[in-house]
Nanobody
Framework: QVQLVESGGGLVQAGGSLRLSCAAS????????MGWFRQAPGKDREFVGT????????SYADSVKGRCTLSRDNAKNTVYLQMNSLKPEDTAVYYC????????????????WGQGTQVTVSS
């Protein structure tokens, strides 16, 4: 079965950096666009960024643009989210998701989800 497993979350001070990873199994990874979403306490889940199956196309939420970089290694079935200049408002559970075909910022179109990894940014 398909599994997406996030890692790399943790506690970091404001201004710091984290790199989240999402390892996929059970699917033809390069055929899937990958997305990152996050959910802060008491808030709806929101889009963070997405990358196409080949890695050439990327899109970011305005809230993270310029601070986050998506990349993927299709040989390792892994997608990465590098987050820099972290702010307390980035505190959330971060989820990766897979969508067959073209990339999208819509969580409703995602086919598979990971279990999430907590990111906490202290001020």
């Amino acid at each position: 079965q398909v599994q997406l497993v996030e890692s790399g979350g943790g506690l970091v001070q404001a201004g710091g950096s984290l790199r989240l990873s999402c390892a996929a199994s059970g699917l033809t990874f390069s055929s899937y666009a990958m997305g990152w979403f996050r959910q802060a306490p008491g808030k709806d889940r929101e889009f963070v960024g997405t990358i196409s199956g080949g890695g050439a196309l990327k899109s970011y939420a305005d809230s993270v643009k310029g601070r986050c970089t998506l990349s993927r290694d299709n040989a390792k079935n892994t997608v990465y989210l590098q987050m820099n200049s972290l702010k307390p408002e980035d505190t959330a559970v971060y989820y990766c998701a897979a969508k067959w075909g073209d990339y999208s910022d819509s969580e409703e179109l995602m086919n598979y989800w990971g279990q999430g990894t907590q990111v906490t940014v202290s001020s």
